[in-house]
């Protein structure tokens, strides 16, 4: 069975930071692109981060450009998400998939596995 567990979401104050962790076991995703998406009340899941299985190219929403670092640990079978300079409106829950051997399908729709979220708050 495959799942997808992150870690690591919660308060922030504005301008602060916050390092998401997602964990993933029943197989091994080291060949293939991995990637965070957000949803916040009211709006669609939007693409935050991705990463191509060797961890050479990563991809960024504009919005967290320059704020946010996609990395991942292959031997550990994990990717993370490290948040700098938070704003309120990257409040939402943030999700971790995996699971297309293709890039762009991920960017596009995601992976065919998801982990259950995290929240992250951030107050202005």
């Known amino acids: 069975q495959v799942q997808l567990v992150e870690s690591g979401g919660g308060l922030a104050q504005g301008g602060g930071s916050l390092r998401l962790a997602c964990a993933a076991s029943g197989r091994t995703f080291s060949r293939y692109p991995m990637g965070w998406f957000r949803q916040s009340p009211g709006k669609d899941r939007e693409l935050v981060a991705a990463?191509?299985?060797?961890?050479?190219?990563?991809y960024y929403a504009d919005s967290v450009k320059d704020r946010f670092t996609i990395s991942r640990d292959n031997a550990q079978n994990t990717v993370s998400l490290q948040m700098n300079t938070l704003k309120p409106e990257d409040t939402a829950v943030y999700y971790c998939?995996?699971?297309?051997?293709?890039?762009?399908?991920?960017?596009?729709?995601?992976?065919?596995?998801w982990g259950q979220g995290t929240q992250v708050t951030v107050s202005s």
């Open positions: 998939t995996a699971g297309t051997s293709s890039a762009q399908e991920l960017r596009r729709r995601g992976g065919d596995y």
């Open positions: 990463i191509s299985g060797s961890g050479v190219t990563t």
